[in-house]
């Protein structure tokens, strides 16, 4: 504990410096920088500084208009991010530790019943379960070209999902080839089977499944963008006979196959829907059949994070690892085996910002009017945001992948998992 008169001192410093700095805001501030052990500094509109904590500030946060403090006050995290993306808030020094410290502190669950309207207002708007409503959604994000997506995913598999990152991986490009590799190897997946990948995105699963197996495939994509581009380079690879792609929402089943392949898609089946989605998936498998959910969940029940929804992913709806496993009994799927991958998807989330960062120049130049500050502002707030919730020893929000058969698993499944970590692999 300091002394008194060191006490005195920080006070007395604090108060030539901070004459507009409200005791509601000070006292708030105060209790972000003991509850996240972190030192920060932050600087209100007219000049005056605040220091945070003991030590030089990690990072700084700078106010440029009241109405910024005002949205801060009265919307925390969100009134926060929102006065950044439109530039009356600017953050210097290490954005990262600023997004950890908020998450630390339980700033961003301060948000306030304003939020939870809100929140509850974008359902309303935005549901998935109008299928044309559920296209919107998925364009909106998934919309945004292959050219802007290519700069920054691994290459040349654009695997927009967790990468799998064992002990001497060295890449995100050697992540995401072990991660297609280790689901390839879950599902027992064979040149003879015929898979469907739902929610396929630039077919980085279809290609490397057809090239190091041989198997044959149809991904289903909602996206009009993807599905246009990824015909095209099935077309130019001249793997029409073997590989194939459909437009259409995750839920209208046109056949059944020997695997079901879904990385990364049950996130978006909405708030309301993951019965109908689980359903589909168990329609789409045969009996007997193989198949993977890879999705984030929660673990408990919670609102998925208004930031996330309004601005990142319109729709979006993280369930819990409980509901999914009882909609899947309910459908007659057996669980397997499930693998927690929350440690995994941080150093992936890290890798696609840093390189998001270094190549902003080339993607504003994409398109200088869609990939403005703003945007640039909120999808670094995004994917360092994503990296540091996964990173974050307090989280609630994980990375699972459920093996699943339909119906109980035949006597030819391995009764070990040696066959994922074994000599045979």
């Not at 009356?88 to 954005?95: A, I």
């Not at 879904?262 to 978006?268: D, R």
């Not at 020893?393 to 093996?403: D, E, K, N």
Request: aromatic share 10%; hydrophobic share 40%.
């Amino acid at each position: 504990m300091p002394d008194d008169a060191s006490q005195r001192h920080r006070h007395a410093q604090r108060a030539g410096d901070t004459t507009m700095l409200s005791a509601p805001l000070r006292n708030m501030l105060d209790g972000i920088g003991e509850r996240a052990a972190t030192c920060f500094a932050v600087v209100m509109p007219d000049g005056s500084r605040f220091p945070v904590g003991e030590g030089a500030p990690v990072f700084t946060i700078t106010f440029h208009t009241e109405a910024a403090l005002f949205a801060t006050a009265t919307r925390g995290h969100i009134g926060l991010m929102e006065a950044y993306f439109g530039q009356e808030v600017d953050v210097e020094g290490d954005f990262g530790a600023g997004l950890a410290a908020g998450m630390a502190s339980g700033f961003d669950r301060q948000a306030g019943a304003l939020n939870g309207i809100e929140n509850n207002l974008h359902e309303f708007r935005h549901s998935n379960r109008n299928p044309a409503q559920a296209k919107a959604n998925a364009r909106a994000h998934y919309g945004l070209g292959t050219g802007f997506y290519r700069l920054w995913l691994d290459d040349p598999l654009m695997m927009y999902t967790c990468g799998y990152w064992p002990e001497g991986t060295r890449s995100l490009e050697e992540a995401q080839r072990h991660k297609i590799d280790h689901v390839a190897r879950k599902i027992l997946l064979k040149p003879e089977d015929r898979f469907i990948d739902i929610g396929c995105g630039f077919g980085g699963f279809m290609f490397r499944a057809q090239e190091t197996i041989g198997a044959t495939g149809v991904g289903l994509n909602t996206t009009t963008e993807q599905v246009e581009w990824l015909r095209d380079e099935i077309a130019r690879r001249g793997l029409e006979g073997s590989l194939q792609v459909r437009e259409a929402d995750f839920r209208d089943v046109d056949a059944q196959y020997d695997k079901v392949v879904s990385i990364g898609t049950l996130e978006h089946a909405g708030r309301d829907q993951l019965p109908e989605v689980i359903q589909a998936h168990a329609q789409f498998l045969k009996p007997g059949g193989l198949g993977i959910l890879h999705f984030i969940g929660h673990v408990g029940r919670f609102e998925t994070e208004l930031f996330i929804r309004k601005h990142v992913f319109p729709g979006g709806w993280i369930p819990s690892l409980a509901d999914v496993i009882v909609e899947m009994e309910r459908r007659g799927l057996e669980v397997l085996d499930i693998e927690n991958l929350r440690r995994h998807y941080a150093p992936t989330l890290d890798a696609w910002a840093e390189r998001f960062e270094q190549q902003w120049p080339a993607i504003q130049a994409l398109d200088p009017q869609r990939f403005d500050e703003r945007f640039r502002r909120l999808w670094r707030t995004y994917l360092m945001g994503c990296a540091e919730m996964f990173r974050s020893p307090a989280g609630y929000t994980h990375l699972f992948q459920i093996v699943f058969s339909k119906g109980n698993a035949s006597s030819g499944y391995p009764m070990s998992r040696g066959h994922l970590y074994g000599p045979e692999r």
